[in-house]
Protein backbone atom coordinates (compact mmCIF):
# COMPACT_ATOMS: atom_id res chain seq x y z
CA UNK A 1 0.00 0.00 0.00
CA UNK A 2 3.00 2.15 0.81
CA UNK A 3 4.21 2.35 -2.71
CA UNK A 4 0.38 2.93 -4.53
CA UNK A 5 -1.15 6.57 -4.39
CA UNK A 6 -4.78 6.62 -4.24
CA UNK A 7 -5.05 9.14 -7.12
CA UNK A 8 -3.46 8.76 -10.86
CA UNK A 9 -1.32 12.02 -11.44
CA UNK A 10 1.02 13.75 -14.05
CA UNK A 11 3.62 11.07 -13.79
CA UNK A 12 6.33 12.90 -11.76
CA UNK A 13 9.26 12.25 -14.18
CA UNK A 14 11.24 15.94 -15.01
CA UNK A 15 14.73 16.61 -15.33
CA UNK A 16 16.08 15.68 -12.21
CA UNK A 17 13.60 12.14 -12.12
CA UNK A 18 11.63 11.63 -9.03
CA UNK A 19 11.18 15.13 -7.28
CA UNK A 20 12.94 15.72 -4.22
CA UNK A 21 10.60 17.02 -1.35
CA UNK A 22 11.50 19.73 1.27
CA UNK A 23 9.48 19.78 3.93
CA UNK A 24 9.97 23.76 5.01
CA UNK A 25 10.09 24.76 8.91
CA UNK A 26 11.12 28.29 9.56
CA UNK A 27 14.72 30.59 8.80
CA UNK A 28 16.41 30.90 5.83
CA UNK A 29 17.65 27.10 5.18
CA UNK A 30 14.67 25.47 3.42
CA UNK A 31 15.47 28.03 0.88
CA UNK A 32 19.04 27.23 0.37
CA UNK A 33 19.03 24.09 0.59
CA UNK A 34 15.96 24.11 -2.42
CA UNK A 35 18.43 26.10 -4.26
CA UNK A 36 21.52 23.80 -3.72
CA UNK A 37 19.43 20.71 -4.52
CA UNK A 38 18.23 22.12 -7.92
CA UNK A 39 22.07 22.89 -8.98
CA UNK A 40 23.05 19.57 -7.84
CA UNK A 41 20.17 18.64 -10.65
CA UNK A 42 17.15 17.57 -8.80
CA UNK A 43 13.60 18.77 -9.29
CA UNK A 44 12.05 20.03 -6.19
CA UNK A 45 8.70 19.85 -4.41
CA UNK A 46 8.29 22.26 -1.19
CA UNK A 47 5.55 21.06 1.41
CA UNK A 48 5.73 24.33 3.45
CA UNK A 49 4.13 24.26 6.97
CA UNK A 50 1.82 27.02 7.79
CA UNK A 51 2.61 29.37 10.04
CA UNK A 52 6.46 28.05 10.35
CA UNK A 53 7.86 28.87 6.04
CA UNK A 54 9.22 31.46 4.20
CA UNK A 55 6.97 32.84 2.11
CA UNK A 56 9.92 32.84 -0.20
CA UNK A 57 9.42 29.48 -1.01
CA UNK A 58 6.78 30.08 -3.54
CA UNK A 59 8.91 30.72 -5.96
CA UNK A 60 9.72 26.36 -5.97
CA UNK A 61 6.48 24.14 -7.15
CA UNK A 62 4.87 24.22 -3.57
CA UNK A 63 1.84 23.07 -1.40
CA UNK A 64 1.03 24.48 2.07
CA UNK A 65 0.20 22.32 5.38
CA UNK A 66 -0.35 22.29 8.62
CA UNK A 67 1.03 21.24 11.62
CA UNK A 68 -1.79 18.59 11.87
CA UNK A 69 -2.14 17.62 8.55
CA UNK A 70 0.13 14.53 8.11
CA UNK A 71 -2.60 12.78 6.40
CA UNK A 72 -2.52 15.01 3.74
CA UNK A 73 1.25 15.55 3.54
CA UNK A 74 1.38 12.16 2.84
CA UNK A 75 -1.57 11.96 0.50
CA UNK A 76 0.41 15.46 -1.15
CA UNK A 77 3.79 13.04 -0.94
CA UNK A 78 2.53 9.93 -3.07
CA UNK A 79 0.40 12.41 -5.35
CA UNK A 80 3.44 13.84 -6.62
CA UNK A 81 5.76 10.80 -6.70
CA UNK A 82 8.13 11.68 -3.95
CA UNK A 83 9.92 9.14 -2.12
CA UNK A 84 12.79 11.16 -0.92
CA UNK A 85 11.85 13.94 1.94
CA UNK A 86 13.84 16.43 3.55
CA UNK A 87 12.85 17.98 6.50
CA UNK A 88 14.66 21.10 7.33
CA UNK A 89 13.80 24.61 9.36
CA UNK A 90 12.71 25.14 12.66
CA UNK A 91 9.42 24.46 14.29
CA UNK A 92 8.58 26.29 17.15
CA UNK A 93 6.85 23.68 19.38
CA UNK A 94 3.15 24.18 18.72
CA UNK A 95 0.08 25.36 21.48
CA UNK A 96 -1.81 21.88 20.94
CA UNK A 97 -4.98 24.86 20.35
CA UNK A 98 -3.42 25.99 17.14
CA UNK A 99 -3.42 22.56 15.10
CA UNK A 100 -6.26 21.26 13.20
CA UNK A 101 -5.82 17.44 12.79
CA UNK A 102 -6.68 15.15 10.22
CA UNK A 103 -7.90 11.78 10.55
CA UNK A 104 -4.58 10.66 9.87
CA UNK A 105 -3.19 12.67 12.64
CA UNK A 106 -5.47 11.41 14.79
CA UNK A 107 -5.42 8.18 14.67
CA UNK A 108 -1.51 8.50 15.56
CA UNK A 109 -2.31 10.84 18.94
CA UNK A 110 -0.81 8.85 21.08
CA UNK A 111 2.06 8.57 19.84
CA UNK A 112 2.59 12.43 19.20
CA UNK A 113 1.50 13.26 22.89
CA UNK A 114 4.23 10.88 23.91
CA UNK A 115 6.44 12.60 21.63
CA UNK A 116 5.61 16.43 22.35
CA UNK A 117 6.91 15.33 26.39
CA UNK A 118 10.33 14.64 25.55
CA UNK A 119 13.24 16.77 24.20
CA UNK A 120 13.92 17.70 20.64
CA UNK A 121 15.64 14.15 19.60
CA UNK A 122 12.86 12.61 21.13
CA UNK A 123 10.62 14.57 18.92
CA UNK A 124 12.42 14.13 15.64
CA UNK A 125 13.73 10.75 16.00
CA UNK A 126 9.84 9.72 15.99
CA UNK A 127 8.56 11.94 13.50
CA UNK A 128 11.13 10.18 11.69
CA UNK A 129 9.93 7.33 12.08
CA UNK A 130 6.48 7.78 11.08
CA UNK A 131 7.69 8.74 7.89
CA UNK A 132 9.42 5.60 6.87
CA UNK A 133 6.74 3.47 8.09
CA UNK A 134 4.87 5.10 5.83
CA UNK A 135 7.36 4.25 2.67
CA UNK A 136 9.25 7.46 2.73
CA UNK A 137 12.82 7.43 2.80
CA UNK A 138 13.74 10.45 4.95
CA UNK A 139 17.37 12.34 3.83
CA UNK A 140 19.57 14.97 5.76
CA UNK A 141 19.74 18.57 4.05
CA UNK A 142 23.71 17.82 3.73
CA UNK A 143 22.92 14.66 1.33
CA UNK A 144 20.82 16.69 -0.89
CA UNK A 145 23.33 19.93 -0.59
CA UNK A 146 26.35 18.90 0.53
CA UNK A 147 28.06 22.19 0.26
CA UNK A 148 25.76 23.88 3.43
CA UNK A 149 28.17 21.98 5.44
CA UNK A 150 30.91 24.10 7.09
CA UNK A 151 34.29 22.28 6.73
CA UNK A 152 37.51 21.82 8.43
CA UNK A 153 40.14 24.50 9.27
CA UNK A 154 40.25 28.07 9.05
CA UNK A 155 37.60 29.27 7.01
CA UNK A 156 38.57 32.89 7.10
CA UNK A 157 41.44 35.31 7.47
CA UNK A 158 41.76 35.09 11.27
CA UNK A 159 43.07 32.06 12.94
CA UNK A 160 42.65 31.28 16.34
CA UNK A 161 45.55 31.26 18.98
CA UNK A 162 46.43 28.69 21.40
CA UNK A 163 44.19 30.69 24.24
CA UNK A 164 41.16 30.27 21.52
CA UNK A 165 42.07 26.85 20.57
CA UNK A 166 42.15 25.96 24.28
CA UNK A 167 38.69 27.56 25.06
CA UNK A 168 37.11 25.54 21.88
CA UNK A 169 38.78 22.22 23.47
CA UNK A 170 36.73 23.01 26.55
CA UNK A 171 33.63 24.05 24.44
CA UNK A 172 33.71 20.79 23.20
CA UNK A 173 34.58 18.69 25.88
CA UNK A 174 31.26 20.31 27.58
CA UNK A 175 29.27 19.74 24.47
CA UNK A 176 30.01 16.05 24.28
CA UNK A 177 29.10 15.60 28.10
CA UNK A 178 25.98 17.39 27.73
CA UNK A 179 24.46 15.59 24.67
CA UNK A 180 22.91 12.90 26.05
CA UNK A 181 20.93 15.48 27.93
CA UNK A 182 19.24 16.35 25.33
CA UNK A 183 20.58 19.36 25.80
CA UNK A 184 21.45 22.45 23.07
CA UNK A 185 24.30 22.58 20.87
CA UNK A 186 26.19 25.82 21.57
CA UNK A 187 27.77 27.09 24.26
CA UNK A 188 30.50 30.46 24.84
CA UNK A 189 33.43 29.55 26.29
CA UNK A 190 35.79 33.00 27.73
CA UNK A 191 39.32 32.18 29.51
CA UNK A 192 38.45 28.18 29.89
CA UNK A 193 35.34 29.47 31.65
CA UNK A 194 32.06 28.02 30.28
CA UNK A 195 30.36 31.22 30.53
CA UNK A 196 26.64 30.20 28.74
CA UNK A 197 24.96 27.31 27.70
CA UNK A 198 22.41 27.39 24.84
CA UNK A 199 19.19 25.46 25.59
CA UNK A 200 15.45 26.32 24.47
CA UNK A 201 16.78 29.92 24.03
CA UNK A 202 19.03 29.46 20.58
CA UNK A 203 22.55 30.43 20.04
CA UNK A 204 21.15 33.87 19.16
CA UNK A 205 19.55 34.68 22.49
CA UNK A 206 22.72 33.40 24.05
CA UNK A 207 24.90 35.78 22.53
CA UNK A 208 22.70 38.46 23.63
CA UNK A 209 23.40 37.01 26.81
CA UNK A 210 26.63 37.41 26.91
CA UNK A 211 27.10 40.78 25.54
CA UNK A 212 24.96 41.50 28.59
CA UNK A 213 27.19 39.39 30.66
CA UNK A 214 30.23 41.71 29.75
CA UNK A 215 27.95 44.73 30.48
CA UNK A 216 27.45 44.47 33.32
CA UNK A 217 30.63 43.58 34.85
CA UNK A 218 29.18 39.40 35.57
CA UNK A 219 32.14 38.56 32.54
CA UNK A 220 35.51 41.18 32.90
CA UNK A 221 37.74 39.04 29.95
CA UNK A 222 38.95 41.70 27.42
CA UNK A 223 36.54 41.78 24.83
CA UNK A 224 38.21 39.86 21.26
CA UNK A 225 37.99 36.69 23.86
CA UNK A 226 36.06 33.90 24.04
CA UNK A 227 34.55 31.55 21.74
CA UNK A 228 31.16 30.20 20.61
CA UNK A 229 31.34 26.80 20.09
CA UNK A 230 29.02 24.79 18.28
CA UNK A 231 28.73 20.92 17.57
CA UNK A 232 25.78 18.59 16.84
CA UNK A 233 24.13 16.64 19.60
CA UNK A 234 25.87 13.08 20.52
CA UNK A 235 23.06 10.72 19.22
CA UNK A 236 21.21 13.56 16.85
CA UNK A 237 19.50 12.24 13.95
CA UNK A 238 21.67 14.67 11.32
CA UNK A 239 18.55 13.91 9.06
CA UNK A 240 16.74 16.70 11.35
CA UNK A 241 18.58 19.52 12.96
CA UNK A 242 21.99 20.13 12.22
CA UNK A 243 22.87 23.13 13.99
CA UNK A 244 23.38 26.08 11.44
CA UNK A 245 25.84 29.37 11.51
CA UNK A 246 24.77 32.27 9.53
CA UNK A 247 25.34 35.98 8.96
CA UNK A 248 23.25 37.08 12.59
CA UNK A 249 24.94 35.14 14.82
CA UNK A 250 28.84 36.19 13.33
CA UNK A 251 26.76 39.55 14.53
CA UNK A 252 26.19 38.31 17.88
CA UNK A 253 29.68 36.83 18.25
CA UNK A 254 31.13 40.38 17.76
CA UNK A 255 28.64 41.91 19.96
CA UNK A 256 29.31 39.31 22.36
CA UNK A 257 32.99 41.09 22.06
CA UNK A 258 34.23 37.26 21.57
CA UNK A 259 37.54 36.10 19.43
CA UNK A 260 35.82 33.64 17.16
CA UNK A 261 33.43 30.75 16.12
CA UNK A 262 34.13 27.18 16.25
CA UNK A 263 31.87 24.26 14.65
CA UNK A 264 32.78 20.72 14.27
CA UNK A 265 33.77 20.05 10.96
CA UNK A 266 30.52 18.36 8.92
CA UNK A 267 28.50 18.90 11.43
CA UNK A 268 26.86 22.28 11.21
CA UNK A 269 25.35 23.81 8.26
CA UNK A 270 25.43 27.90 6.94
CA UNK A 271 23.11 28.99 3.96
CA UNK A 272 25.39 30.82 2.91
CA UNK A 273 29.16 30.57 4.01
CA UNK A 274 31.10 33.31 2.10
CA UNK A 275 28.53 36.22 3.77
CA UNK A 276 29.54 34.26 6.97
CA UNK A 277 33.82 34.63 6.31
CA UNK A 278 32.95 37.69 4.96
CA UNK A 279 31.24 39.44 7.61
CA UNK A 280 33.86 37.50 9.92
CA UNK A 281 36.93 39.09 8.31
CA UNK A 282 35.17 42.58 8.52
CA UNK A 283 34.86 42.14 12.16
CA UNK A 284 38.29 40.44 13.12
CA UNK A 285 36.87 37.01 14.05
CA UNK A 286 37.83 34.02 13.38
CA UNK A 287 35.48 31.12 12.00
CA UNK A 288 37.10 27.83 12.04
CA UNK A 289 36.04 23.94 11.81
CA UNK A 290 37.28 21.65 13.81
CA UNK A 291 37.62 17.68 13.52
CA UNK A 292 34.69 15.93 15.26
CA UNK A 293 36.25 13.88 18.13
CA UNK A 294 38.01 10.63 17.45
CA UNK A 295 38.50 11.39 14.34
CA UNK A 296 42.26 12.19 13.12
CA UNK B 1 54.80 32.55 63.38
CA UNK B 2 50.89 31.87 62.25
CA UNK B 3 50.35 32.20 66.00
CA UNK B 4 52.16 35.63 67.06
CA UNK B 5 50.28 38.80 65.86
CA UNK B 6 52.71 41.41 65.07
CA UNK B 7 51.14 43.66 67.06
CA UNK B 8 49.51 43.68 71.04
CA UNK B 9 45.77 44.51 70.76
CA UNK B 10 42.40 44.56 72.84
CA UNK B 11 42.30 40.75 73.83
CA UNK B 12 39.12 39.30 71.50
CA UNK B 13 37.98 37.47 74.44
CA UNK B 14 34.01 39.06 75.14
CA UNK B 15 30.98 36.71 75.25
CA UNK B 16 30.88 33.92 72.14
CA UNK B 17 34.76 33.54 72.94
CA UNK B 18 37.47 33.89 69.65
CA UNK B 19 35.17 35.49 67.33
CA UNK B 20 34.19 34.19 63.58
CA UNK B 21 35.30 36.30 60.86
CA UNK B 22 32.94 36.85 58.13
CA UNK B 23 34.53 37.41 54.75
CA UNK B 24 31.60 39.34 53.30
CA UNK B 25 31.27 39.45 49.30
CA UNK B 26 28.09 41.05 48.24
CA UNK B 27 24.36 40.28 48.53
CA UNK B 28 22.00 39.81 51.65
CA UNK B 29 23.68 36.40 52.59
CA UNK B 30 26.60 37.93 54.36
CA UNK B 31 24.58 39.55 57.04
CA UNK B 32 21.83 36.87 57.26
CA UNK B 33 25.20 34.35 58.12
CA UNK B 34 26.13 37.11 60.91
CA UNK B 35 23.02 37.50 62.56
CA UNK B 36 22.56 33.47 62.71
CA UNK B 37 25.78 33.21 64.00
CA UNK B 38 25.42 36.26 66.63
CA UNK B 39 22.38 34.15 67.62
CA UNK B 40 24.23 31.06 67.92
CA UNK B 41 26.54 32.96 71.10
CA UNK B 42 29.37 33.40 68.67
CA UNK B 43 30.79 36.99 68.52
CA UNK B 44 30.93 38.27 64.68
CA UNK B 45 33.67 40.48 62.85
CA UNK B 46 32.74 41.63 59.46
CA UNK B 47 35.58 41.75 56.78
CA UNK B 48 34.00 43.49 54.09
CA UNK B 49 34.95 43.12 50.37
CA UNK B 50 35.40 46.97 49.21
CA UNK B 51 33.26 47.12 45.87
CA UNK B 52 30.96 43.94 46.83
CA UNK B 53 29.69 44.19 50.65
CA UNK B 54 26.64 45.54 51.33
CA UNK B 55 27.08 48.29 53.31
CA UNK B 56 24.92 47.32 56.01
CA UNK B 57 27.48 45.55 57.47
CA UNK B 58 28.93 48.26 59.05
CA UNK B 59 26.18 47.68 62.35
CA UNK B 60 28.78 44.82 63.31
CA UNK B 61 32.28 45.28 63.97
CA UNK B 62 33.87 45.49 60.62
CA UNK B 63 36.70 46.38 58.39
CA UNK B 64 37.10 46.65 54.93
CA UNK B 65 39.38 45.52 52.95
CA UNK B 66 40.58 45.71 48.98
CA UNK B 67 40.43 42.50 46.66
CA UNK B 68 44.37 42.72 46.25
CA UNK B 69 44.72 42.42 49.74
CA UNK B 70 45.44 39.73 51.41
CA UNK B 71 48.31 40.32 52.90
CA UNK B 72 46.43 43.22 55.12
CA UNK B 73 43.31 40.66 55.60
CA UNK B 74 45.88 38.67 56.75
CA UNK B 75 47.22 41.04 59.64
CA UNK B 76 43.40 42.62 60.64
CA UNK B 77 42.73 38.88 61.16
CA UNK B 78 45.45 37.73 63.39
CA UNK B 79 45.04 41.43 65.06
CA UNK B 80 41.82 40.51 66.05
CA UNK B 81 42.18 37.18 67.32
CA UNK B 82 40.35 35.83 64.43
CA UNK B 83 41.21 31.92 63.22
CA UNK B 84 37.86 30.78 61.71
CA UNK B 85 36.89 32.23 58.48
CA UNK B 86 33.41 32.02 56.57
CA UNK B 87 33.40 33.67 52.97
CA UNK B 88 30.05 34.13 51.82
CA UNK B 89 28.63 36.26 49.33
CA UNK B 90 29.05 36.80 45.38
CA UNK B 91 32.12 38.40 44.33
CA UNK B 92 32.03 39.74 40.42
CA UNK B 93 35.21 38.40 38.28
CA UNK B 94 37.36 41.59 38.95
CA UNK B 95 38.71 43.86 35.78
CA UNK B 96 42.47 43.29 36.56
CA UNK B 97 43.14 47.30 36.62
CA UNK B 98 40.78 47.77 39.15
CA UNK B 99 42.46 45.86 41.78
CA UNK B 100 45.32 47.93 44.18
CA UNK B 101 47.52 45.17 45.09
CA UNK B 102 49.66 44.68 48.40
CA UNK B 103 52.55 42.73 48.81
CA UNK B 104 51.95 39.83 50.50
CA UNK B 105 49.43 39.26 46.90
CA UNK B 106 51.96 40.37 44.76
CA UNK B 107 53.81 37.22 45.84
CA UNK B 108 50.55 35.07 45.18
CA UNK B 109 50.20 36.60 42.07
CA UNK B 110 51.32 34.16 39.54
CA UNK B 111 49.14 31.01 41.62
CA UNK B 112 46.45 34.25 41.45
CA UNK B 113 46.73 34.38 37.55
CA UNK B 114 46.61 30.66 37.15
CA UNK B 115 43.32 30.66 39.17
CA UNK B 116 41.79 33.02 37.27
CA UNK B 117 41.96 30.86 34.45
CA UNK B 118 39.70 28.43 35.40
CA UNK B 119 36.08 28.15 36.21
CA UNK B 120 34.45 29.21 40.15
CA UNK B 121 35.40 25.43 41.69
CA UNK B 122 39.07 26.30 40.76
CA UNK B 123 39.24 29.35 41.85
CA UNK B 124 37.40 29.55 45.11
CA UNK B 125 39.32 25.92 46.31
CA UNK B 126 43.00 27.31 46.03
CA UNK B 127 41.76 30.66 47.76
CA UNK B 128 40.35 27.90 50.39
CA UNK B 129 44.20 26.64 50.19
CA UNK B 130 45.72 29.91 50.44
CA UNK B 131 44.14 30.28 53.49
CA UNK B 132 44.71 27.79 55.22
CA UNK B 133 48.59 27.39 54.74
CA UNK B 134 48.48 30.56 56.43
CA UNK B 135 46.78 29.10 59.52
CA UNK B 136 43.11 30.15 59.74
CA UNK B 137 40.77 27.84 58.95
CA UNK B 138 37.81 27.88 56.54
CA UNK B 139 34.24 26.93 57.44
CA UNK B 140 31.35 26.83 55.43
CA UNK B 141 28.09 29.53 56.49
CA UNK B 142 26.22 26.60 57.04
CA UNK B 143 28.74 25.29 59.65
CA UNK B 144 28.40 28.16 61.68
CA UNK B 145 24.60 28.96 60.18
CA UNK B 146 23.02 25.67 59.76
CA UNK B 147 19.18 27.64 59.90
CA UNK B 148 19.83 28.67 56.73
CA UNK B 149 20.31 25.42 54.48
CA UNK B 150 16.85 24.37 52.74
CA UNK B 151 15.31 21.12 54.46
CA UNK B 152 13.98 18.59 53.26
CA UNK B 153 10.25 17.84 52.30
CA UNK B 154 7.36 19.67 51.06
CA UNK B 155 7.57 23.24 52.74
CA UNK B 156 4.86 25.86 51.51
CA UNK B 157 1.43 24.81 50.83
CA UNK B 158 1.82 23.50 47.66
CA UNK B 159 2.99 20.34 46.81
CA UNK B 160 4.91 18.74 43.61
CA UNK B 161 2.53 16.47 41.64
CA UNK B 162 3.57 13.58 39.34
CA UNK B 163 4.82 15.44 36.63
CA UNK B 164 6.41 18.01 39.01
CA UNK B 165 8.62 14.94 40.14
CA UNK B 166 9.41 13.93 36.65
CA UNK B 167 10.87 16.88 35.90
CA UNK B 168 12.69 17.41 39.49
CA UNK B 169 14.35 14.12 38.39
CA UNK B 170 15.09 14.99 34.97
CA UNK B 171 16.65 18.55 36.72
CA UNK B 172 18.34 16.56 39.34
CA UNK B 173 20.04 14.71 36.44
CA UNK B 174 21.17 16.91 34.06
CA UNK B 175 23.28 19.00 36.67
CA UNK B 176 24.68 15.96 38.19
CA UNK B 177 25.88 15.63 34.34
CA UNK B 178 27.09 19.44 34.06
CA UNK B 179 28.43 19.56 37.19
CA UNK B 180 32.31 18.68 36.56
CA UNK B 181 31.80 21.19 34.02
CA UNK B 182 32.35 23.89 36.47
CA UNK B 183 28.95 25.11 34.98
CA UNK B 184 26.52 26.82 37.18
CA UNK B 185 24.09 25.14 39.54
CA UNK B 186 20.28 25.13 37.71
CA UNK B 187 18.02 24.63 35.48
CA UNK B 188 14.55 25.06 34.07
CA UNK B 189 12.84 21.78 33.16
CA UNK B 190 8.88 21.82 31.48
CA UNK B 191 7.14 19.05 30.41
CA UNK B 192 10.67 16.73 30.74
CA UNK B 193 12.60 19.24 28.73
CA UNK B 194 15.44 21.00 30.12
CA UNK B 195 14.53 25.09 28.49
CA UNK B 196 16.87 26.77 30.48
CA UNK B 197 20.78 26.37 31.93
CA UNK B 198 22.23 28.79 33.98
CA UNK B 199 25.88 29.51 33.53
CA UNK B 200 27.64 32.74 34.20
CA UNK B 201 24.43 34.75 34.44
CA UNK B 202 22.75 33.31 37.97
CA UNK B 203 19.52 32.22 38.33
CA UNK B 204 17.43 35.71 38.10
CA UNK B 205 18.60 36.00 34.78
CA UNK B 206 17.91 32.32 33.99
CA UNK B 207 14.11 32.58 34.91
CA UNK B 208 13.83 35.86 32.95
CA UNK B 209 15.04 34.06 29.75
CA UNK B 210 12.21 31.40 30.81
CA UNK B 211 9.71 34.24 30.94
CA UNK B 212 10.59 35.55 27.76
CA UNK B 213 10.95 32.00 26.17
CA UNK B 214 7.15 31.98 26.92
CA UNK B 215 6.20 35.18 25.98
CA UNK B 216 7.67 34.70 22.48
CA UNK B 217 6.17 31.21 21.73
CA UNK B 218 9.55 29.00 22.25
CA UNK B 219 8.38 27.25 25.08
CA UNK B 220 4.34 26.33 24.71
CA UNK B 221 3.71 24.58 27.78
CA UNK B 222 0.90 26.02 29.49
CA UNK B 223 1.89 28.52 32.77
CA UNK B 224 1.73 26.62 35.95
CA UNK B 225 3.93 23.37 34.63
CA UNK B 226 7.71 23.14 35.18
CA UNK B 227 9.90 23.66 37.70
CA UNK B 228 13.27 25.48 38.88
CA UNK B 229 15.99 23.02 40.29
CA UNK B 230 18.73 23.91 42.06
CA UNK B 231 21.31 21.77 43.68
CA UNK B 232 25.24 22.51 44.65
CA UNK B 233 27.66 20.74 42.15
CA UNK B 234 28.72 17.64 42.61
CA UNK B 235 32.69 18.56 43.58
CA UNK B 236 31.95 22.01 45.22
CA UNK B 237 33.67 22.85 48.33
CA UNK B 238 30.44 23.70 50.33
CA UNK B 239 32.66 26.18 52.49
CA UNK B 240 32.61 28.85 49.53
CA UNK B 241 29.36 28.51 47.76
CA UNK B 242 26.54 26.85 48.12
CA UNK B 243 23.70 28.11 45.64
CA UNK B 244 20.90 30.30 47.54
CA UNK B 245 17.51 30.87 47.39
CA UNK B 246 15.78 34.10 47.87
CA UNK B 247 11.77 35.64 47.91
CA UNK B 248 13.54 37.02 44.24
CA UNK B 249 14.18 33.49 43.19
CA UNK B 250 10.13 33.23 43.85
CA UNK B 251 9.24 36.44 41.76
CA UNK B 252 10.99 34.90 38.86
CA UNK B 253 9.56 31.50 39.35
CA UNK B 254 6.13 33.06 38.99
CA UNK B 255 6.95 35.73 35.53
CA UNK B 256 8.39 32.18 33.97
CA UNK B 257 5.36 30.05 34.63
CA UNK B 258 6.56 27.42 36.66
CA UNK B 259 4.59 25.20 39.18
CA UNK B 260 7.40 25.49 41.57
CA UNK B 261 11.19 25.46 42.82
CA UNK B 262 13.08 22.15 43.92
CA UNK B 263 16.57 22.04 45.67
CA UNK B 264 18.43 19.48 47.03
CA UNK B 265 17.89 19.55 50.52
CA UNK B 266 20.96 20.43 52.63
CA UNK B 267 22.84 21.84 49.47
CA UNK B 268 21.36 25.07 49.24
CA UNK B 269 20.95 28.10 51.49
CA UNK B 270 18.17 30.52 52.36
CA UNK B 271 18.51 34.49 53.82
CA UNK B 272 14.64 33.84 54.80
CA UNK B 273 13.26 30.97 54.48
CA UNK B 274 9.69 31.83 56.05
CA UNK B 275 9.66 34.57 53.72
CA UNK B 276 10.43 32.77 50.68
CA UNK B 277 7.40 30.32 51.59
CA UNK B 278 5.14 33.01 51.98
CA UNK B 279 5.85 34.45 48.97
CA UNK B 280 6.11 30.76 47.05
CA UNK B 281 1.84 30.43 48.87
CA UNK B 282 0.61 33.45 47.73
CA UNK B 283 2.01 32.84 44.27
CA UNK B 284 0.37 29.04 44.49
CA UNK B 285 3.93 27.76 43.87
CA UNK B 286 5.80 24.40 45.58
CA UNK B 287 8.90 24.65 47.19
CA UNK B 288 10.24 21.13 47.81
CA UNK B 289 13.56 20.06 49.26
CA UNK B 290 15.00 16.65 47.90
CA UNK B 291 16.96 14.10 49.41
CA UNK B 292 20.94 14.58 47.61
CA UNK B 293 21.14 11.77 45.49
CA UNK B 294 22.18 8.50 47.37
CA UNK B 295 20.39 9.27 50.32
CA UNK B 296 17.44 7.39 50.95
Chains 1, 2 share one sequence.
Not at 82 to 109: E, H
Amino acid sequence: MASSPTRTDPAPAEAGGEPLAILCGGGAFPLAVAHAARRAGRSVQIFALRGHADPGVAAFPHVWIGLGQYGKLKAELRRRGCRDVVFIGNVLRPRLRDIKLDWQTVRLLPRIVGMLRGGDNHLLSNIGRLFERDGFRLLGAHEVAPDILVPAGRLGRKAPDRAMLDDIEIGRRALTTMGPLDIGQGVVVINRHVVAVEAAEGTDLMLRRCAELRENGRVRAPTASGVLVKVPKIDQDRRFDLPSLGVLTVEGVARAGLAGIAVEAGGVIAADLPAIIAAADAAGLFVYGFEPAGAT
